[in-house]
């Protein structure tokens, strides 16, 4: 284990957009030197004052999209390390750990969660389907063996920051992927538990919404 990340903090950004009802439990199941930047992305339900209150940081992104709140934590975080992942509950923030060993250990440079569905009603088959399909495109692409590109992820913050992302809707995961393999860093898939959200998904919770995302993330490979 590398000495420098055996102990070191992680920030780990949560994009939000009216997230009240999930928030709680996120936050209260995140472990010990994980630090919360809860990304507001335009909320109405009171989400960045129920973070503020549960002793999150809340750092507001004013242009609307998944990739844009994901970038502004980017941009705001300070530790070594961050993590990604969805403010809905349905990723349990207890398996942060698990998912940062390989780049606390120096065998990773960027590590994906898998989603491992806990049961069927943790995700729409329209979504099941469109996400076996991305997964298929992106190692067509990249040579990468992921099964799933997943809303959690985990590297090292001023690398990523150097990637220069630059979607800032749903391809946004996909981007990331991309370029870190064509940098030539190491990705690795890590399981990861998928629970039933908690909320109205604004995104991919119709079938409409899930076939924008494919192609916000088609258009990412396309380039």
Same mark, same amino acid.
């Given at each position: 284990?590398?000495?420098?990340?055996? %102990? =070191? +903090?992680?920030?780990v950004v /949560?994009?939000?957009?009216d997230?009240?009802? =999930?928030? #709680?439990?996120?936050?209260?199941?995140?472990p010990e030197?994980?630090?919360? /930047?809860?990304?507001?992305n %335009?909320?109405? *339900?009171?989400? +960045?004052?129920?973070?503020t209150?549960l002793? &999150?940081?809340?750092?507001? $992104?004013?242009?609307?999209?998944?990739?844009a709140?994901?970038?502004?934590?980017l941009?705001?975080? !300070? $530790?070594?390390l961050?993590?990604?992942?969805?403010?809905d509950a349905?990723?349990?923030?207890?398996?942060?750990?698990?998912?940062?060993?390989?780049?606390?250990? %120096?065998?990773?440079? /960027?590590?994906?969660? &898998?989603?491992?569905?806990?049961?069927?009603?943790?995700? +729409?088959?329209?979504l099941?389907?469109?996400n076996?399909?991305?997964a298929r495109?992106?190692?067509?692409?990249? %040579?990468v063996?992921?099964?799933?590109?997943? +809303?959690?992820?985990? $590297?090292?913050?001023? #690398?990523?920051l150097?990637?220069?992302?630059?979607?800032?809707?749903?391809?946004?995961?996909?981007?990331?992927v991309?370029?870190?393999?064509?940098?030539?860093?190491?990705?690795l898939?890590?399981?990861? *538990?998928?629970? #039933?959200?908690?909320?109205r998904?604004?995104? !991919?919770?119709?079938?409409l919404?899930a076939?924008? $995302?494919?192609?916000?993330?088609?258009a990412?490979?396309?380039r």
């Amino acid at each position: 284990m590398s000495e420098d990340l055996a %102990g =070191a +903090p992680c920030d780990v950004v /949560l994009p939000c957009l009216d997230e009240a009802e =999930a928030l #709680p439990w996120v936050l209260g199941r995140l472990p010990e030197g994980y630090r919360a /930047l809860v990304v507001d992305n %335009g909320s109405r *339900d009171g989400s +960045p004052e129920i973070a503020t209150r549960l002793g &999150a940081t809340v750092v507001r $992104a004013s242009q609307r999209g998944y990739g844009a709140a994901c970038h502004a934590g980017l941009l705001a975080a !300070t $530790a070594p390390l961050v993590a990604v992942m969805d403010a809905d509950a349905s990723l349990d923030p207890q398996q942060l750990p698990t998912l940062l060993a390989p780049l606390r250990a %120096g065998t990773a440079d /960027l590590v994906v969660g &898998a989603r491992r569905l806990v049961s069927r009603d943790a995700q +729409p088959w329209s979504l099941r389907l469109a996400n076996v399909e991305v997964a298929r495109r992106v190692r067509r692409r990249t %040579g990468v063996d992921l099964r799933d590109v997943g +809303p959690m992820r985990a $590297a090292l913050r001023l #690398p990523l920051l150097a990637l220069g992302l630059e979607d800032r809707r749903s391809g946004y995961p996909v981007e990331t992927v991309v370029r870190a393999a064509d940098a030539g860093w190491r990705v690795l898939g890590q399981e990861v *538990d998928y629970l #039933p959200r908690r909320g109205r998904s604004k995104v !991919t919770g119709t079938p409409l919404g899930a076939w924008r $995302a494919v192609r916000d993330m088609s258009a990412v490979l396309a380039r």
